[in-house]
């Protein structure tokens, strides 16, 4: 191979970004609130304010819907606070459904309630798990392979129940900074082999995991994390995060994505954000 050319290699983008319509599922925050505490960032004397969150939620569906993608919407169940955080309710894999099973009776209806959504909109292939997960929560699919969070919610044995089921390699991570409970709250996605992430909420074998598998990730400092940055969807090219992640925001932009900040500061209250509001059915 001629060594001409390097420095102009650098400066390339290595990719062109594309992006891929997905079909999503979210619920309304009609019954949003803070009435009991199953993670640091809820405070039950801490006033929330319903119609803010349905007005952030509102602007987050409209910006998928401008994107091109589909946004399906499950109807929301009085009672259950947290069923706007709809990844928690299943994992979307090939139209595999993996059922959630909630590890805090708080949410526990919330499982069947979603898996029945699915059942009457034409998904067959249903499982209802024999462990507890969180669905997309803890399950993240990263091209033919899962990445799968354990040390909070999910219990580790789900993660061969979840392997068997989808067919795909899983690949077990361990959570150990409370605040970020759910994988979803300190990993994301951003295309068919690139990841971003906060290492400090993973243990040490967990982050030299996910050294060895993605070496060229988007790492993010503690101020992108403790504003909930690394809780985005990507759809390959447009990455929607919290816009107070600004470092991230910046990283993604030198990358060749295109970040776009959302505010959902009601529904942080709970402890979720962009992607714990989207369900990925792709
Ligand atoms: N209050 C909810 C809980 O603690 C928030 C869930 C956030 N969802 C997520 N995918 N991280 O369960």
Redesign the pocket.
Known sequence: MPSTGTALQEQTPRTPRTATPHRLLMCRPQYFD?TYS??P??NPDKPTDTATALLQWEQLRELYVSLGHTVEVVEPVEGLP?MV?A??GATVVDGKVLGAR?R?RE?TAEGPAYLDWFARNGYRDLLWPEHIN?????YLRVGRRMLAGTGF?TDARSHAEAQEFFGLPVTGLTLVDPAF??L??ALAVLSADEIMYYPQAFSPGSRAVLREIFPDAVLADAQDAAVFGL?AFSDGLNVLLPQAATGLIGRLKERGFNPIGVSLGELLK???SV??CTLDLS
């Open positions: 803070v199953i993670n960032w809820m947290d955080f990844a928690n909630f805090h949410r969180e669905g997309e929560g803890d919610r409970y759910h979803d709250t809780n709970a402890g979720g992607k714990c």
